[in-house]
């Protein structure tokens, strides 16, 4: 046995807050290590120490094996649990921690080593005679050795980087002429973020669900599994929506793919939580895809259907203790399904963002489940996943569960970035989504480029936001004039005040303007249009109005002059009143000026001064997030500045190329 009373958690964010959560539930002091960039963060403030350990940038705090080690050493911990991503699935770190003395809350070091390589993981499972999907996972990594055997294997096939996941390194090639392309591409990346450009390629099967088991091994032998879920809602290659149990999953398709997961677990000699990932494909058949060695992201939904807190499991089963379970003893009841709420725009290619976050009030009710690790006031970073929270709901069944996900996330209210709140609700609400029918091409199917976009407000949106604008005004207005009357505030000497906005959106503007009616309420009028508005309430970041007789609540926020955002019926809406700006030399800046669309490290530029370019023309790559993005010129032209070069740290906005049109 190995007791402890003290646990160190190697991570930052949801999953550290989560995990504090259960630690100090069952009475251990729980310790947090933390980035200059994260001091005022959730995970720090409710650890009961906390240890600062470096710099923002990961190689220097949160991925410096060192710096964790003398934490722990500092503050007497005696258990570190690595969390998911970061050191997680790192063979060195858990055996450094063990030459400390300290208990690796996590599998042991070979099974870490083994299968977080691809290569070899698959390797391994071919022998223990576990489906795996038809590929290519050699040593010889040259291109002519996978050119050869891409032929063999024929297209379209997926290159993988063999030390990674998170679809960072992994590319779908449809022909054999963009092979080349995607091994280079895919092993810059995989160097990058997995410190390894081992590559093993794939056969692609086409519209597969991805269904993944949840098993836990103790060190007394014992193997089990937690049933599946289901994550085939994904893009670029990373889950955007899990569900448990599966829709189309049926008892003997569960034992058989349970089965396959123990025995997978079991010749490795596992030990605590793991999750091993298949492909199912439209005939029923299952292949294995890759074993993740850590608690997972979307372990929640397993602990909704099942009962069991798989953080105390894995602490019960790091101290030597036995799981206290058979496969007997697992139930699931109900259905879960969680949705991962991400600083990104959908409209451009999910690109991550970050920002301030002016208003972050999460939703509650029957089955609502929020995991989170951001607060009111934080700022959203450009140096780690843009992941921000994860929103969950059970039902008694499927379809309580979606209802109740869908109304959770409309009552979530995050202002100050652009997320994809409303591109989850857009996809619990699809009808094959709906009726349980999603792949893993299911994005790529369902949405236009145009369903991706911001939706343009409707007139009564706007409306709505002129009135909370007027009516937030008027309230502060009145706080710094403590002898001003209410009443007074609306009227002049000549009558009611009239009050103008003018809000642009893409394609064109609303210009409204605000009139207090002598009966009460409010008439916004924009051309010939006019719409009654009503507030019944409005404070505390919430309004309930009625529009031309319809009743609506919403939730807003004011962070500045000029500036509003709503969420109506779960959509956010980000307003700015153009009178109260004048124009910024961005409006006038056309496609030539081309900016770094977020902070990050550039990594490669391709132009230089003199250079003619076309639309769609790869500019550089800019590394930002865990995510390489290229940067692609928007307008034919000569480039005449280059102000950035390889290497540079840029922050959002900064000019990297100056084009001139042709």
């Known amino acids: ?62 991925l410096d094996i060192g710096r964790i080690l003398q934490a722990a050493k500092d ?11 970061f050191l997680a699935e790192n063979a060195a770190f858990a055996q450094a921690c063990a030459d400390a003395g300290l208990v690796f809350i996590g599998p042991g070091v070979e099974a870490i080593e083994l299968m977080g390589n691809k290569a070899a993981a698959k390797r391994r499972m071919i022998n223990a005679d576990v489906p795996c999907v038809p590929g290519y996972e050699g040593e010889d990594q040259s291109d002519a050795a996978m050119t050869a055997a891409a032929a063999e294997i024929g297209y379209p096939l997926m290159v993988k980087a063999a030390a990674g996941g998170g679809g960072r390194g992994m590319r779908l090639v449809e022909r054999a002429d963009g092979l080349a392309d995607a091994l280079a591409s895919a092993r810059s990346e995989a160097l990058n973020a997995f410190g390894s450009d081992e590559l093993i390629l794939e056969k692609a099967i086409i519209r597969p669900r991805h269904v993944e088991v949840q098993v836990f091994a103790d060190s007394q032998g014992n193997v089990i599994h937690l049933g599946e879920r289901d994550c085939s809602v994904q893009r670029r290659h990373q889950k955007v929506v899990e ?52 608690l997972q992201v979307e372990h929640p939904v397993t602990e909704l259907i099942t ?22 003893d697992i139930t699931l009841n109900g259905h879960a399904i969680e949705v991962r709420l991400y600083a990104e725009d959908p409209g451009q290619d999910f690109l991550p963002v970050t920002g301030r976050i002016d208003l972050w009030s999460p939703a509650t009710g029957p089955g609502v489940r929020t995991d989170a690790g951001i607060a009111t006031g934080m700022e959203i970073s450009p140096y780690y996943d843009p992941m921000l929270a994860k929103v969950m709901a059970w039902g008694e069944t499927r379809e309580i569960a979606r209802h109740r996900l869908i109304n959770a996330l409309r009552e979530t209210a995050l202002f100050g970035s652009t997320t994809n709140k409303g591109f989850l609700l857009d996809v619990l609400q699809r009808p094959r989504f709906a009726n349980g ?75 409204l303007t605000v009139a207090p009616r002598r009966q009460g309420g409010y008439v916004v009028r924009h051309d010939d249009d006019e719409v009654a508005v009503d507030v019944i309430e409005c404070g505390g970041n919430t309004a309930r109005l009625t529009v031309d007789g319809r009743r609506h609540s919403v939730q807003y926020s004011a962070p500045g002059a000029g500036i509003l955002d709503l969420a109506v019926e779960g959509r956010n809406l980000h307003f700015r009143n153009r009178i109260a700006f004048a124009a910024t030399a961005e409006d006038e800046a056309g496609g030539g000026r081309v900016t770094a669309p977020m902070h990050g490290n550039l990594l490669e530029v391709f132009v230089k001064p003199g250079d003619e370019v076309k639309t769609g023309a790869r500019l550089a790559v800019l590394e930002a997030m865990k995510m390489q ?29 100056e084009i001139e049109a042709i």
């Open 307 to 328: 009962g069991l807190d798989l953080v105390a499991l894995q602490i019960q089963v790091a101290e030597g203790h036995a799981l206290g379970l058979s496969q007997d």
């Open 437 to 511: 029918e999603a792949t893993t091409a299911f994005i790529a199917e369902e949405f236009s480029d145009g369903d991706l976009g911001a939706p343009a407000p409707s007139l009564a949106q706007a409306a709505m936001a002129a009135v909370v604008h007027f009516t937030v005004q008027r309230q502060r207005a009145l706080a710094a004039s403590l002898n001003v009357s209410p009443a007074l505030l609306d009227w002049s000497s000549a009558g009611h005040l009239t009050t103008r906005y003018v809000y642009a959106f893409d394609g064109g503007e609303f210009d």
């Open 75 to 85: 503050t007497g911990a005696q258990a570190i649990h690595p969390g998911y991503g």
């Open 243 to 294: 569900e448990a149990p599966c829709p189309v999953m049926t008892e003997d398709l569960r034992a058989r793919r349970g089965a396959a997961a123990v025995e997978a677990a079991r010749s490795i000699s596992y030990r605590g939580a793991g999750t091993v990932e298949f492909l199912l494909d439209e005939g029923g058949e299952f292949y294995f895809l890759e074993m993740n060695t850590r």
């Open 1 to 62: 046995m190995r007791k402890f009373e003290s646990i160190l958690v190697a991570n930052r964010g949801e999953i550290a807050v989560r995990v504090m959560r259960t630690a100090q539930a069952l009475g251990y002091r729980a310790i947090a290590v933390y980035s200059e960039a994260d001091s005022g963060a959730p995970h720090v403030i409710m650890a009961d120490d906390a240890v600062l350990i470096g710099p923002a940038p990961v190689g220097e705090s949160y």
């Open 629 to 657: 993005h290229d940067i692609l010129a928007q307008i034919d032209g000569i480039v005449r500045e280059v102000p950035a070069t390889a290497g540079d740290q840029v922050a959002a906005d900064d000019l990297l190329v």
